[in-house]
């Protein structure tokens, strides 16, 4: 990995921070032993599962006395009806597949390997019997002939027998459309007493597929559209933000409270008895939905009077976000890798875990049916795989924070910005893999060793609701928010502990205490610039989830099925706040690293000969930009004009 040596180490670290990119060495190469022997750990669970036949029984599937469907079997000790040859019979059928045991989330219904799955609804046993004689697939217990099935109904399945899908489940025949699997989804949902409410819910969000599908995509449209004005006219992107949020809130508050006024003057008689609670439903919905748009829209108003005289700087930052985005146009698409990557190594951790699943050995149950389970000490594999899921997460969020980092840092501490590579996102991947991954490892474990202390208590705190007295209650609680605001804490420092690595060349430790040091010295500067990019940003995503509400609540207030759309509309705005943060969260990355790259430059630099500064003539004008418009602000602008100015006496006398 071109690791450097002991020497050349020692005496890079001397000069690390005056020679940035110019001097690379492998940091953290424990952790990155650690990490590696730990995915070894996880590439054994899922061997052991498909080794012990897991894999194949989860695919094929597998009757009730332990058969896999589709081979020939072989004999299980002690358990009645196994080993037998199912070659030609390669689908699982359920005698009553509405035999659910809630608590497990399990089919307790006996399983049998056959030859089809019935295409139509079978209503009587002699159509059942013919189903056997016409396609030669016996849906009655193997001891039972098919000339029999009338005489031996408790052991043939529960009538109707329902018609199944065309394409089976992994090899299961899987009803079309049955009642009972409503029925399982309903008991899942704690937070609902009555299942009519349940129902109009999944009727208005089936009603309104289509239009849901339709705000989703425009979400994702009007996302690509702001990052196309952050990139190219980010100068009046500020002004525009404000004042459509402020346009959007309130003609969003104004348009909900008019349709509240208007349905609550409606007259009732008019509307038919069955549509009255829906009616009704969506009245509550209106009043809720105004309320919380009324003080949403104040408060809005409050933070932007007060951020009002530092627009100017905002301003400012994003030009100069907006050029490292016109020099590393790729940053834009580094959320779909991240995303891509993330959705492949859960489709394996799903994957593995339904193996263990199925993995073990043959064991009775209390109904004298074949269940897998794992004994002795692998029987806890599951919590390390849990601890994989979150780990691995984790390690590949930071590596795409080290790489927007990387790149960002390329951009900023290359003075000729023509002599950038080729492709700077990929010369840091390059730097990523030779360098930093144990760096990364290691920052990505202590995010997970406070993210699971905290789903633990989260856990604890769900089985015990409503059992624990108020003191348990507010202790718990507390611990959550505690663990969760330090863990946003970490997630900031790792941040910005990866951009000094990627900077100075340092480990973890080094890097995230200068990192410290840095943000302490500049915590004015921090908070009165950088906070004020994050909000504006944070604006841009209220905008898109505004419009796409907006436009979410005239369509399906206003179609032709009378349904409640309480739930597609939480649906279309969520989606939408996803999309939008996707797309803004790299911007704001991107300005956070150069932020840190300003600071150290500005620290470490005076702009004498041999000490010049890195940063270009638009951030220069920036600095001189931000302290004039501090001093503007009266007497307590100018205490932060001060603190904004470069530390060059600082730097003189370092």
Request: hydrophobic residues 50%.
């Amino acid at each position: 990995m071109g690791c450097c040596s002991s020497a050349s180490s020692a005496a890079q670290s001397s000069k690390r921070e005056w020679k940035p990119l110019e001097d690379r060495c492998c940091t953290d190469i424990p952790w990155l032993l650690l990490f590696v022997l730990f995915c070894v750990g996880m590439g054994f669970i899922c061997g052991f599962s498909v080794a012990t036949g897991a894999a194949a029984r989860l695919v094929s599937g597998y009757d009730s006395y332990g058969n896999i469907c589709g081979q020939k079997n072989a004999k299980l000790e002690a358990i009645p009806n196994s080993g037998m040859d199912h070659t030609h019979r390669k689908y699982v059928f359920f005698l009553d597949p509405c035999k659910l045991d809630l608590i497990h989330q399990k089919i307790r219904s006996v399983a049998l390997c056959v030859a089809a799955c019935p295409r139509e609804e079978l209503k009587t046993l002699s159509d059942v019997q013919k189903f056997a004689e016409m396609n030669g697939s016996a849906l009655c217990s193997y001891h039972i002939k098919p000339s029999e099935y009338t005489k031996s109904s408790d052991f043939c399945p529960k009538l109707p027998v329902p018609a199944s899908a065309p394409i089976p489940f992994f090899h299961r025949c899987a009803p079309v459309n049955i009642s009972c699997y409503a029925k399982f989804a309903e008991a899942l949902i704690t937070f609902v007493s009555d299942n009519s409410v349940l129902h109009r819910l999944i009727s208005g969000v089936m009603t309104s597929k289509e239009i849901i599908l339709g705000l989703c995509l425009l979400s994702l449209v009007l996302s690509m559209i702001l990052m196309v004005i952050i990139r190219y006219i980010s100068r009046v992107l500020v002004w525009i933000v404000t004042i459509l949020v402020i346009l959007g809130s309130l003609g969003g508050t104004g348009v909900l409270w008019w349709l509240y006024a208007k349905q609550r003057i409606s007259p009732k008689d008019q509307v038919l008895p069955e549509q009255l609670q829906i009616a009704e439903d969506n009245l509550r919905a209106l009043l809720i939905y105004a309320i919380s748009a009324t003080v949403f829209t104040v408060i809005l108003f409050l933070i932007m009077l007060v951020m009002r005289k530092r627009v100017a700087l905002t301003i400012a930052l994003f030009h100069v976000a907006g050029k490292v985005f016109i020099h590393l146009p790729l940053l834009v698409f580094q959320p779909f890798w991240t995303f891509f990557a993330l959705v492949l190594f859960w489709v394996y951790w799903i994957m593995t875990l339904l193996f263990l699943g199925t993995a073990g050995s043959a064991v009775l149950n209390d109904q004298g049916l074949v269940e897998f389970k794992i004994s002795g000490p692998l029987q806890y594999m599951w919590w390390y795989h849990v601890v994989g899921l979150i780990w691995i997460s984790e390690f590949i969020l930071a590596c795409q924070q080290m790489t927007v980092a990387g790149a960002v840092v390329t951009y900023y501490f290359t003075r000729d910005k023509r002599n950038l590579p080729f492709t700077p996102i990929l010369a840091s991947v390059n730097r990523l893999i030779r360098y930093h991954l144990g760096t990364v490892a290691k920052g990505s474990f202590i995010i997970t060793l406070v993210k699971i202390p905290r789903m633990i208590l989260m856990y604890i705190h769900s089985q015990l609701k409503g059992k624990e007295n108020a003191c348990a209650r507010c202790v718990l609680k507390s611990c959550i928010c505690c663990l969760w605001c330090l863990e946003k804490c970490l997630n900031y420092l790792n941040q910005n502990a990866y951009t000094a690595t990627a900077i100075n060349s340092t480990n973890f430790c080094t890097s995230a205490k200068d990192a410290f040091v840095i943000l302490v010295e500049n915590a004015l500067r921090v908070a009165a610039i950088n906070t004020v990019g994050d909000f504006m940003l944070f604006l841009g995503k209220v905008l898109i989830v505004c419009s796409t509400g907006l436009a979410g609540i005239m369509l399906l207030n206003y179609q032709q099925d009378y349904t409640v759309w309480v739930l597609p509309l939480i649906i279309v705005c969520l989606f939408a706040f996803l999309v939008a943060h996707c797309f803004l969260s790299i911007y704001e990355m991107v300005v956070d690293v150069l932020f840190l790259c300003f600071a150290i430059d500005t620290k470490y630099n005076d702009g004498s000969p041999g000490r010049e500064f890195f940063m270009d003539k638009v951030l220069m004008e920036f600095v001189e930009n931000s302290r004039k418009a501090m001093k503007e602000a009266g007497k307590g602008g100018a205490a932060d004009a001060r603190e904004l100015k470069p530390m060059a006496s600082g730097a003189s006398s370092a």
